[in-house]
């Protein structure tokens, strides 16, 4: 390449970036006047007994909620004001949840509305419902706001809900104490001991204790007794998987409030340590939607395999659909466009028709070719794969290889070959093992 074409390729490059940045600034604006007016048109709605409403003032900024008496006089009854500027440091699974508070002046909650927030629509649509907002009514800034006690929580949503919960509270008594000089007792702070008090993380180890045994020791049953118990514990009882929402909260910077979300937590450290030291564990062992694949694709008497050529190109999609959400995401700020996956569809039932139908087409094609979703469109996948190239321990094959192909011919994923020698694709091996155990030489190790 001379130097003319460097040029040309320099100057192409700044030309898309400049255009990038005047999108997403414009984007940025409309969004900020649109978010702007919904502020305003939604005030009555949480303080429905007021007569007027300042423009937006003070720091933290807040509108002030008059009432004019007989006289024609105004009089300072309450506030109202939005939890991500009293309480920015909270935030849902998603990132921060954007909520409207009225508040009157001896620091009772007038009414809460959830305005915009990051989560998956389905997963969070009943905390946008009055049967979930209108419980604040009762509360005040001397109220402790437990869920389960003060506050009915969303079921399997616990996440999102104690991040709404914790952002009203935070809020309502920051204003009550700030403005209105009303004494409020603050919570006590999240404290390290406390991890010792949720079970989940025992659980959540105890299932990549068992994994990394069943694994390194070969035990085929302990795979499948793993992956049932994944699909249960981590897919239908807990809702808590690594997901791309959760990937590009860590890219963004939008990481979850600790005290909600250290089963998250925990799951994604573990993750990430199993990865590096010995590959996709978390794809091949834990993630209860390829668990699902799997189960489907083992109870199919029908298995297609694509070429090989054919396959390799098709595995590439995933890594493309990565770099353009991660993309669209910083570019325009929108956590929506990573709504493709299908995980919150099967395990909350909740979603619209069109991702139903794309389950189902998931679904269907997992009779036909193994982990189609896992192999093709995962986003955690893409970035797990790119992460295991780096693992310390992955498997591999040593000396004394007799070439009977055994290893190929049983690779679900098709990442096996063997010439002069045995290779496996570390970044697409799932663990499953299957070569380990078809390999009578023993060649095969980690």
Known sequence: ??????????????????????????????????DISLEIRSLSLVYPEADGFSEKKGSPPHYEVYAINEKGEKKLV???????????DIRGYAGKIRILIGMNNKGQVKGIKILSHNETPSYVQTLQEPVFTDQFKKLDHKSEFKLGRDLDGITRATISSQAVVSAVEKS?????????????????????????KNYNIYIITLFFVLAIYFYLNGIRYGRYFILTGAILYFGFLELNYISIISLINIFTGRIPDIVSSLSWYFLFVLTFIT????????????????????????????????????????????????????????????????????????????????????????????????RFWCRYLCGVGAFLSLLSNFSIFPLKAKKNCDLCRKCEAICPLEICSVDEDIFIEKGECIQCNLCREQCKEKVIKN
């Open 275 to 370: 990865t590096m030291l010995w590959g996709r564990i978390y794809c091949g062992w834990i993630c209860p939607f390829g668990a699902i694949q799997e189960l489907l694709g083992k109870i199919s008497p029908f298995h297609v395999k694509i070429l090989n050529d054919d396959e390799k190109k098709a595995r590439l999609i995933k890594y493309y659909l990565l770099i353009l959400i991660v993309g669209a995401v910083f570019v325009t700020g929108n956590i929506g466009f990573t709504n493709y996956e299908p995980f919150n569809t099967i395990f909350s039932l909740r979603g619209e028709i069109i991702f139903f139908a794309f389950l189902i087409f998931l679904l269907i094609t997992s009779f036909f070719i193994f």
């Open 172 to 196: 309502i008594k920051l204003a009550a104490n700030k403005f209105f000089n009303l004494e409020v007792k603050q919570k006590i702070s999240f404290e390290w001991k406390d991890i010792y």
């Open 78 to 88: 309450g506030l109202c004001f939005l939890s991500t500027d009293f309480a920015p």
């Open 1 to 34: 390449m001379n130097k003319k074409q460097k040029n040309r390729i320099f100057v192409w490059i700044n030309v898309i970036i400049i255009c990038l940045l005047i999108i997403a600034k414009t984007y940025q604006e409309k969004t900020k006047k649109e």
